[in-house]
Structures are given as C-alpha cells and as structure tokens.
T-cell receptor, first 117, second 113 residues
Framework: AQKITQTQPGMFVQEKEAVTLDCTYD???????LFWYKQPSSGEMIFLIY??????QNATEGRYSLNFQKARKSANLVISASQLGDSAMYFC??????????????FGSGTRLQVQP | EPEVTQTPSHQVTQMGQEVILRCVPI?????FYWYRQILGQKVEFLVS????????KSEIFDDQFSVERPDGSNFTLKIRSTKLEDSAMYFC???????????FGDGTRLSIL
C-alpha cells in the first residue's frame, strides 16, 4: 500500500493565484511528521514546510501553508500568490517515528506545478 | 545558512566499476541519510546513519552498497560494482535532533555506461 499518495501528476496555476497540491498518507503510528519539498528543474531538494502529527495548528511558512486534516489523513500544501519561480516538482513526505523506529522519509510520487504568466 | 554539500555533481562510470559519492553534512547534525531518485521517479530511501553506524537500510541497499563516515565531516556512499540500473540522482541528507527537517544536498547524478 502506498504510504504517501499524490494524485495530481501535474498542475497549472496562473501567476498571483493560489494553488493547492494534494497529499494523503497512510500510517498506523500516532506520532509522525509530514514534510513538503520543492525540486526545481536544476534537481536540488528544498525543504518547504513541516507539520507534526500532534501540532494543533496548521503550519505556515511565508507563502506556504499546510492544510492538515488528521482524520482524513491529508496534508495538502497551499501556495498563495504563485510566482513564476514556483514552477517545480513538489514532493510530500512522511517520517514515521514509532513502529520500526525508522526516521527516514517516505516520499510521494510528486506533483509538477507550472505557473503561467 | 549552512548546507549539505555533495561531490561530484555528476559522475560517469563504466558498468562494473566502483564509485564513491561524497557528502559533507551540516556540521552539528546527528543523522545522515542517502536517498536515490531514478529519472522521473520518486525519491527512495537507501540508508540512514547515526552514532557511527547504520540505523536502518532499505531493500535497495544490498551488499553492493556501503556507507562510511571516515572522519568528523565526510559521509560517503560506495557502490562496489555498478550496474546500469544504478544510474540515478543520489541525494545525501542530514538532520539535527528532534523534529528538525532533513536538509538535502544538491545531489550527485550518477550515469553508468
């Protein structure tokens, strides 16, 4: 079973508009972390935002916010006021702490976002 | 801002040859990782390293792979006898304690001919 599911292989958004990138996850752990990373065409992985499973408030970092709905096991990334430089691949990832004790990240398949002028 | 650095940025190697990918994690980080990303696919976990030993490895990380932290700064991934399917982008990442995020290097693109 997929641990992290990103159902949108590609998304388009007009510059200055907001866009939501979907992410659902599957875990039986009570304690876990959810992350979003950006991968521009140059290939590097850039950390954007983190949400802990026990955090009561949705995480925000500048123009990025995470819409965390624990009961639905979703952690959607919202980018407000899109910019041309936001065009990239976006990966949702999860770190499970209990169970195997694994601290590595499990990634989704990514969503390619293209911002149009 | 401190960053994870990886060298080389691109490595081309003949099949069957050994290759060593190098990483310098962020200096006060405690956890170190290698991931790989085959072109067009998702990022996959290979191995994690903590307290000078492997803490976990995936099924991809077979006997052809090894990791080492030979000194206080470098963290290396060795592939003993490369195969065509080892061609991928290899990312090193490091993390501090607690819920700190993993910070990734810019990756090494490995091409096996």
């Amino acid at each position: 079973a997929q641990k992290i599911t990103q159902t949108q292989p590609g998304m388009f958004v007009q510059e200055k508009e907001a866009v939501t990138l979907d992410c659902t996850y599957d875990t039986s752990d009570q304690s876990y972390g959810l992350f979003w990373y950006k991968q521009p065409s140059s290939g590097e992985m850039i950390f954007l935002i983190y949400q802990g499973s026990y955090d009561e408030q949705n995480a925000t970092e500048g123009r990025y916010s995470l819409n965390f709905q624990k009961a639905r096991k979703s952690a959607n990334l919202v980018i407000s006021a899109s910019q041309l430089g936001d065009s990239a691949m976006y990966f949702c990832a999860m770190r499970e702490v209990q169970g195997t004790g694994r601290r590595a990240l499990t990634f989704g398949s990514g969503t390619r976002l293209q911002v149009q002028p | 801002e401190p960053e994870v650095t990886q060298t080389p940025s691109h490595q081309v190697t003949q099949m069957g040859q050994e290759v060593i990918l190098r990483c310098v994690p962020i200096s006060n980080h405690l956890y170190f990782y290698w991931y790989r990303q085959i072109l067009g696919q998702k990022v996959e976990f290979l191995v994690s390293f903590y307290n000078n030993e492997i803490s976990e490895k995936s099924e991809i990380f077979d006997d052809q792979f090894s990791v080492e932290r030979p000194d206080g700064s470098n963290f290396t991934l060795k592939i003993r006898s490369t195969k065509l399917e080892d061609s991928a982008m290899y990312f090193c990442a490091s993390k501090g304690g607690g819920n700190q995020p993993q910070h990734f290097g810019d990756g090494t693109r490995l091409s096996i001919l």
